[in-house]
C-alpha cells in the first residue's frame, strides 16, 4: 500500500537489521508493546519470520512502514480473522510526530473496511500512553473504555496493566 508519504509492505527478511536498530531493539519505541525490546538482531529476525508465517495463514497483516529514506521505520499489525480484528503499530523515535502513523493506519483501516465481512477493528492503549491514545482518535477510532489490568506492558511492569480500549466500526 502507498500513502501520501510512505510504503507499507510485508515484512521481509532484509528489514531485520533497521528494524531491530530503530524499533524492536529501542527500548522507548516498545514501552507500551506487549513484547520486551530485542536483546540482538537475530530475535527481530525471526519475528519477521513469524509474521510471514501469520501472513500466509490469514492469521495476521504486519506491514512495515518505509519512508522515503527507504529504510524500515514502523511496524503495523492486525491481528485476528472474521468480523473483527486487533490493530497495533510502533514506530521509530525519530519518526514521531510528523502525523505518519495516523497516515499508515488510516491507510490500514480503509484497506481493512473494505472487506465487507469486516465490522469492527480495536486497539488498546496503555492508560500512560496518550500520544497512542490520539493516534488512535485521529484516525476515526472512538475511546470505549478502560479495561482494568488487562494487558502485560513487560518494560512497564510485571503487572497487567490499565489500557483504553478505542475501535472503529461499520455503520
Same mark, same amino acid.
Given at each position: 500500500?502507498? *500513502? ?24 522507548? @519505541? ?11 538482531? /537475530?530475535?527481530? %529476525?525471526? %519475528? ?7 501472513? %500466509?495463514? &490469514?492469521?495476521?497483516? *504486519? ?26 503499530? /510502533? ?29 469492527? @477493528?480495536?486497539? @488498546?492503549?496503555?492508560?500512560? &500512553?496518550?500520544?497512542?491514545?490520539? *493516534? ?18 513487560? &518494560? ?10 478505542? /475501535?472503529?466500526?461499520?455503520?
Amino acid at each position: 500500500m502507498h *500513502t501520501t508519504r510512505c510504503l507499507l509492505r510485508k515484512p521481509l527478511p532484509y528489514d531485520a537489521p533497521a528494524l531491530f536498530a530503530r524499533v524492536s531493539g529501542d527500548a522507548r @519505541v516498545t514501552r507500551y508493546l506487549g513484547w520486551a525490546a530485542h536483546a540482538e538482531p /537475530a530475535q527481530t %529476525q525471526r %519475528q519477521i519470520s513469524h509474521d510471514l508465517a501469520r501472513w %500466509q495463514r &490469514n492469521a495476521a497483516r *504486519t506491514w512495515v512502514l518505509v519512508t522515503g529514506d527507504g529504510e524500515a521505520g514502523g511496524l503495523l499489525q492486525l491481528l485476528g480473522q472474521g468480523h473483527s480484528m486487533r490493530l497495533g503499530f /510502533a514506530l521509530a523515535r525519530d519518526l514521531w510526530g510528523r502525523g505518519l502513523a495516523s497516515e499508515a493506519l488510516a491507510a490500514i483501516l480503509d484497506e481493512a473496511f473494505s472487506h465487507r465481512s469486516l465490522y469492527r @477493528v480495536e486497539a @488498546v492503549s496503555d492508560i500512560d &500512553n496518550p500520544r497512542s491514545a490520539r *493516534t488512535l482518535e485521529r484516525v476515526g477510532m472512538q475511546t470505549e473504555g478502560l479495561l482494568r489490568r488487562y494487558i502485560l506492558h513487560p &518494560n512497564v511492569s510485571p503487572e497487567p496493566r490499565d489500557v483504553l480500549l478505542h /475501535a472503529k466500526v461499520r455503520p
